[in-house]
């Protein structure tokens, strides 16, 4: 009896480190997996990178573009707000 319960205990033993032997290989096996998309994601985002580089001076450009309008237009405002008041008063 005794020698039945250890031989099952062995067999016992053996099934669970097959089993964690098993999963352990199907984690690597997806690791690898989403290591090798991870490097393609990477590539991507170096060709975006890449070809957004220039959109930084370019922004910086229409951004003080858009401040000399906006004076601009501060003072187009000013005037039209006079010449209609000058246009009521008649």
């Keep these: ?13 053996t099934l669970v480190v097959g089993v964690i032997a098993f999963y352990l290989m199907r984690i690597s096996r997806s690791l690898h997996l989403s290591a090798k998309h991870l490097a393609k994601v990477t590539y991507g985002v170096r060709a975006v990178e890449t070809q957004c ?7 910086t450009r229409i951004n003080e573009q858009l401040g000399v309008i906006a004076g601009a237009v501060a003072g187009l405002a000013d005037r039209a707000e006079a010449i209609g008041g000058n246009n ?3």
């Design 88 to 90: 009521h008063a008649a």
């Design 1 to 13: 009896m005794r020698t039945l319960l250890i031989v099952l205990t062995v067999a016992e033993i």
């Design 53 to 59: 580089a220039t959109i930084g001076p370019d922004v």
